[in-house]
């Protein structure tokens, strides 16, 4: 059984850093790609890291390039998402998520499992 679950969320000032993690308790994490996504208060949920299944592939929503750091780790069955020089409008709670593929989504329709969130506030 997949069981995802999401840390380091927390408050911090404009230009400040964050990273998160994302913990699978099963034993099939090496077998998903996974993904980051993240929703506002009133808005959609939103695409904002995906990375392949062995870490060769990362892909970053506009947004956040340049700015935040997807990665893994397969012998501790987690993910990362670090977060730097972060911004008021990176507020959101964030998840993660993992998909029966090699290959990262953008769609949150193409995920098979989720966690269960991490709230992320910047402050100005």
């Known amino acids: 059984q997949v069981q995802l679950v999401e840390s380091g969320g927390g408050l911090v000032q404009a230009g400040g850093s964050l990273r998160l993690s994302c913990a699978d308790s099963?034993?099939?994490?090496?077998?998903?790609?996974m993904g980051w996504f993240r929703q506002a208060p009133g808005k959609e949920r939103e695409f904002v890291a995906g990375?392949?299944?062995?870490?060769?592939?990362?892909a970053y929503a506009n947004s956040v390039k340049g700015r935040f750091t997807i990665s893994r780790d397969n012998a501790k069955n987690t993910v990362y998402l670090q977060m730097d020089s972060l911004k008021p409008e990176d507020t959101a709670v964030y998840y993660c998520?993992?998909?029966?593929?090699?290959?990262?989504?953008?769609?949150?329709?193409?995920?098979?499992?989720w966690g269960q969130g991490t709230q992320v506030t910047v402050s100005s």
């Open positions: 099963g034993r099939t994490f090496r077998n998903f790609a």
């Open positions: 990375i392949t299944i062995n870490g060769g592939s990362t």
């Open positions: 998520a993992g998909r029966n593929s090699y290959l990262y989504s953008s769609s949150l329709n193409e995920y098979h499992y």
